[in-house]
């Protein structure tokens, strides 16, 4: 028979997909076989992403809005895996020397209420100030519970950057990581870490589903993603969604008290978020190869040796960049990535190890990477790629730890735009709340 692990835990299935000895077992365990697809309002939807199915000028009608995940024509059946699990109990589930602030601390009593109370939650914090820390108490009260949780991000750097944090802190619990790149197959786990499209592939699975970055692409406005995100959760559980700068529609829900908030205006460290320092650039970035501006800036950063990151609208302008910086300052060591670069989390990695002194990249890396000691840099600050939410978020990749919260930030554009302004408003708004 096949591993059952690769199976347990709310997965859908196609039955064609699993051998008739496995199928049998899963269902005598308590899966659920069901149609592929169900009607509403006389149109039809495909079961495992919730999506409308169009019809096509074809034989065999099939879900094009989930085909990544493997075809799955209208006259299937698919296999809804048991969930109901029984997880090995422990003494100590949290192993964690490190204090909560004072903020935090309130946090984590209005998140445990929440839990208690089954209701979602918001968490709408600074950059920095601390959220995956936060929810080490919820994570402990669920495995307390014999529960299970996932924590998912839009973003695989995220995932991946959380994991090893994860596994730390909970060291005799089932930690698994799962996005598209994975290597590792699917493997029932108490503590699930997974992009949220791999959220599609479960039904009624989680407890308890953590949502980090709600308001990054692609889950910002994707409709598929959203309807994975309900459907992964128990008909009792909670939905936690963690972010910096959340969206209006969360907003609004927590105006109507359909879903309750927890707010955190300070970083960890108790220092405010760095404010960007503006420049006009009167001519182009590529003026002269590079502008002469911005030449007096990289000379400085090679002779202070200040490690920086450096951001682009798009990726043929960074790719120009580079190559002109290898040009001019051939001493320089720096890596560029973006979201086409099959390298990108090996050059993060470099990063962050300091074999390198910068990083040019686009907004792929806006969120959820920690460096410290830097400088951040915007370039064309001014591009529709830059949204207000975007240069907030590339701001707070700089001042992240307790000896470097004074970490500069530096947008340079060609026109100053309301984006922009929005963007410095809100970072100084946020740093007087928190003195108050």
Request: glycine fraction near 4%.
């Amino acid at each position: 028979m096949d591993n059952l692990n690769e199976y347990l835990g709310g997965r859908i299935i196609k039955t064609t997909d699993l051998k008739p000895e496995t199928l049998m077992y899963l269902q005598n365990c308590g899966g659920e076989i069901v149609a592929a697809t169900f009607k509403k309002n006389d149109k039809l939807f495909c079961r495992r992403c919730l999506m409308e199915i169009k019809k096509l000028p074809i034989k065999f009608q099939y879900c094009r809005n989930c085909i990544n995940l493997g075809k799955i024509q209208i006259d299937e059946q698919l296999l809804i895996t048991p969930t109901n699990l029984n997880f090995p109990q422990q003494e100590d589930y949290l192993v964690w020397d490190g204090q909560l602030t004072t903020n935090q601390t309130k946090g984590v009593r209005e998140l445990i209420l929440a839990f208690q109370q089954h209701c979602d939650h918001l968490v709408w914090a600074v950059t920095g100030a601390g959220k995956t820390e936060m929810i080490f108490p919820l994570i402990e009260q669920v495995l307390q519970q014999g529960q299970r949780i996932a924590i998912c991000s839009p973003r695989v750097d995220v995932c991946i950057e959380l994991f090893p944090r994860i596994q730390k802190v909970f060291p005799k619990t089932t930690v698994g990581l799962f996005h598209g790149r994975s290597e590792e197959p699917y493997h029932l786990t108490q503590i699930m870490l997974a992009t949220v499209h791999q959220l599609i592939r479960f039904e009624k699975a989680f407890d308890v589903l953590v949502i980090d970055e709600v308001d990054s692409y692609p889950l910002a406005g994707n409709q598929m993603l959203h309807h994975a995100i309900k459907k992964a959760k128990k008909d009792v559980g909670m939905i936690v969604y963690l972010s910096a700068t959340p969206p209006k529609e969360l907003l609004t829900q927590v105006k109507q008290q359909k879903i309750s908030i927890t707010r955190l205006y300070q970083r960890f460290h108790g220092h405010p978020l760095p404010e960007p320092h503006c420049h006009l650039l009167l001519k182009p970035t590529q003026f002269w190869k590079i502008n002469p501006r911005l030449r007096l800036l990289l000379k400085r950063l090679i002779k202070t040796k200040q490690r920086f990151m450096l951001f682009f609208p798009q990726i043929p302008a960074m790719k120009q960049f580079a190559k002109q910086l290898k040009k001019l300052y051939p001493l320089l060591t720096f890596v560029d990535v973006s979201s086409k670069d099959d390298q990108r989390l090996e050059k993060v990695q470099q990063f962050r190890e300091q074999k390198v002194q910068g990083i040019l990249t686009t907004t792929i890396l806006e969120r959820g990477v920690t460096f410290k000691k830097i400088m951040v840099i915007v370039l064309d600050a001014q591009a529709k790629e830059f949204s207000k939410t975007a240069l907030i978020q590339i701001a707070g990749r700089a001042g992240r730890g307790k000896d470097s919260y004074d970490d500069q930030v530096h947008f340079y554009y060609q026109a100053y735009n309301q984006q922009i302004r929005l963007a410095c408003d809100e970072i100084r708004y946020l740093n007087q709340q928190a003195k108050k």
